[in-house]
């Protein structure tokens, strides 16, 4: 099946500054890709997304970018606060299966 | 809006036991999966069902089984827990082709004695 490698596992920023996080995929098929936010003893939730039709889209601190071409996709999270606090999955799905696969997660955690 | 009802959330088990662990969705999806989470390893597929009856294999399916008795409910089964075994499964659904848009359980705590 698809592999999506994300980077890195652990990330820690000060508050107010910049937060980002890489994932590259490997079947040139996939078409969407998901972020989740996974808060402890929570469930993970769907923040953002982006489309292969997309390169770029926000939500508000949100920005995600996709390159086709490289097969990486990444999340930033500007102006970061402590609860950004969190762990962080990134996801590609396979069109064909109706799979999403996972990165293994970025712990993210915010200094104030 | 709704729900999706994992049980138990909390399972504590023998080693060589079948356990079964259960899932409910009021969403009305198409698509329901069974994830195994553990730290360092992110979310893993098991096993995922596109309709009631339907059953697919992911890449972690050896030493489980699955069920879709319902469109609303998919069961998974450890088949045989492995001694000091310790994860969290996490059920979601989705609506299908048109809505991509995973929801999430609270999940089941696994610990094997």
Redesign the interface.
Known sequence: ?EQVE?LP?ILRVQEGSSASINCSYEDSASN?F?W?KQEPG?????II?IRSNMERKQIQELIVLLDKKAKRFSLHITDTQPGDSAMY?CAA?DPG?????????TSLTVIP | GGI?TQTPKFLIGQEGQKLTLKCQQNFNHD?M?W?RQDS??????IY?S?TENDL?K??LSEGYDASREKKSSFSLTVTSAQKNEMAVF?CAS?Q??SN???F????TKLSVL
């Open positions: 099946g994300q596992s969407y998901p989740y929570e469930n993970p939730k769907l997304d999955f799905r299966y109706q799979n999403f696969y996972f990165g293994k997660g | 999706i698509t999966y994830y360092g390893k992110g979310l893993r597929l995922y596109i697919q992911g890449d996490l989705s299908g082709v991509e848009r995973l999430f359980g609270h999940g």
